[in-house]
C-alpha cells in the first residue's frame, strides 16, 4: 500500500487553488476495480508529450513518452520517470492554467486494464512493483487502442536522469501503427482534440469574467 509520501512531489508542484487537477486522497486513492488501470494523456504543454500511467500499489505510476506507445515491435520509445499521480488523475481531461505546473492541455488518449506479465529466470512471478525496481516489467495490456504485450526496462540510472525504453512485444497485438499526430488525437472519451479542449476552456474563462 502507498505511504503518505508517495503523492508528496505531485502536491509540491502543484497549487490546487490554481490548478484543476485532482489533489487525491493521501493513501492515494481507492483501487479503481477489479483489474488494475491504465491510461495514456496527451499532453500540449512546453512540448506535446505522451503520459503513460500504470497503477500500482495505489498510485499512477509515470513516464513521459515524447513519441507516445507505438504497437510496432521495432519501436523503441524513450520514457523519462515522472512523480507518482493519484489514481482519480485517470479521469483527468482539461487545462492546466498558465504559470502552473505543466500548464497546457491534456486529453485522454488511451485507457484500459492491465496485468503483470514480470517473471524471474526461473519464470516465477515478481510483484509488479517489484519489477519495476528491478528495472525490467512485462505487462499485457488492454485498452481502446493499445493491446498486448509491452515492456518498460530502464537504462539509465544513478547520477544522470533515470531513463527507460517502453517496447512493444512481438506477439499477436503487434502492428505498424505507430502513435498518431498528437494534434490530430481525439479523447478516447469526449472524442475532442487538444485544440477543442483548450477553446472550450477559453470559452468557459470569458464567461466567468
Do not use: C, N
Not at 492554467?97 to 529466470?121: C, K, N, Q
Amino acid at each position: 500500500m502507498p505511504t503518505t509520501d508517495d503523492l508528496e512531489e505531485y502536491r509540491r508542484k502543484r497549487d490546487f487553488a490554481k490548478s484543476a487537477e485532482p489533489k487525491g486522497g493521501v493513501s492515494g486513492g481507492e483501487h479503481r476495480g477489479a483489474q488494475l488501470s491504465f491510461v495514456v494523456q496527451i499532453h500540449d504543454a512546453t512540448t506535446t508529450h505522451f503520459d503513460f500511467r500504470l497503477e500500482v500499489d495505489g498510485v499512477l505510476k509515470s513516464w513521459a513518452v515524447p513519441k507516445g506507445p507505438s504497437g510496432d515491435p521495432h519501436d523503441k520509445r524513450l520514457a523519462m520517470p515522472t512523480e507518482d499521480h493519484p489514481l482519480e488523475y485517470a479521469d483527468f481531461e482539461g487545462t492546466i492554467a498558465e504559470g502552473e505546473y505543466g500548464a497546457g492541455t491534456v486529453i485522454l488518449w488511451d485507457e484500459g486494464t492491465y496485468r503483470s506479465t514480470s517473471a524471474d529466470r526461473e519464470g516465477k512471478e515478481i510483484p509488479f512493483a517489484e519489477a519495476l525496481e528491478r528495472g525490467h516489467a512485462s505487462f499485457q495490456l488492454r485498452g481502446h487502442k493499445l493491446h498486448g504485450g509491452y515492456a518498460l526496462t530502464r537504462i539509465r540510472q544513478g547520477t544522470e536522469r533515470e531513463a527507460w525504453l517502453l517496447v512493444k512485444k512481438d506477439d499477436t497485438r503487434g502492428s505498424r501503427h505507430r502513435t498518431p499526430d498528437p494534434a490530430r488525437a481525439r479523447s478516447v472519451r469526449t472524442r475532442r482534440t487538444l485544440r477543442q479542449v483548450a477553446a472550450e476552456a477559453d470559452a468557459d474563462a470569458d464567461s466567468r469574467q
